[in-house]
């Protein structure tokens, strides 16, 4: 695996929140870029990577190229405390710039404003019982296929540990299936497939 020589792991500064955004935004479609595909370029991040900083930026690393932030992770130690704190300190904010739909969601947009005001439609607490963290991770293209997502990752698993964690989970799109190549190549294993019921795979992976 190349190396990535001058690309420094992390923690997170205040100044880092939009290129989060921007990366967030350009790796949000199964991987690919997401630019153009919501009205409003925010609000897949506001949902994926701004209440992560906001709420535990302890647990946000970022991938430094030495001019900017080309990848990042994010998540949280405790799944049910997370999306108890995001609704009640992160949601409010944004309700007039994202409000709920009145209806069953038809597009893009309404899907992830529909997600964003039940979030705790992604925590399957079956899974949080035994694996309570988890995490996103994304990397900007030049920065896939050297070694930072790995860098990342033990970096994040550091930090669980640290607070005694003993698991960590994801969601992801069966569709990207580079990134779950990398998954299993760090040891997560399928906790929950995908259903009729819900598009995502859980994976997890014990500390």
Do not use: K
């Not at 350009?26 to 370029?41: F, I, N």
């Not at 946000?60 to 300190?89: L, N």
């Amino acid at each position: 695996m190349p190396a990535a020589p001058g690309v420094l792991i992390r923690p997170y500064r205040a100044a880092d929140r939009a290129a989060l955004y921007d990366i967030c935004l350009r790796t949000g479609l199964a991987g690919g870029d997401a630019s153009g595909h919501y009205e409003d370029p925010d609000l897949l991040p506001s949902l994926f990577a701004g209440p992560y900083a906001a709420l535990d930026p302890e647990l946000v690393f970022v991938a430094d190229s030495g001019e900017r932030p080309i990848g990042y992770i994010v998540g949280t130690a405790d799944s049910v405390a997370y999306y108890e704190a995001f609704r009640r300190h992160w949601l409010p904010a944004l309700t007039g710039r994202f409000p709920e739909p009145s209806g069953p969601p038809r597009t893009p947009d309404e899907e992830m404003r529909s997600l964003l005001h039940h979030p705790e439609r992604m925590l399957v607490p079956e899974i949080a019982e035994r694996y309570p963290a988890h995490l996103h991770i994304d990397l900007l293209p030049e920065g896939q296929g050297r070694g930072l997502g790995t860098r990342l990752m033990h970096t994040f698993w550091g930090a669980l540990r640290e607070r005694g964690v003993p698991g960590v989970h994801l969601g992801m799109s069966p569709e990207n299936t580079r990134a779950r190549l990398f998954y299993d190549r760090l040891g997560f294993t399928e906790l929950l497939p995908v259903s009729e019921d819900s598009p995502t795979v859980y994976l997890g992976r014990l500390l």
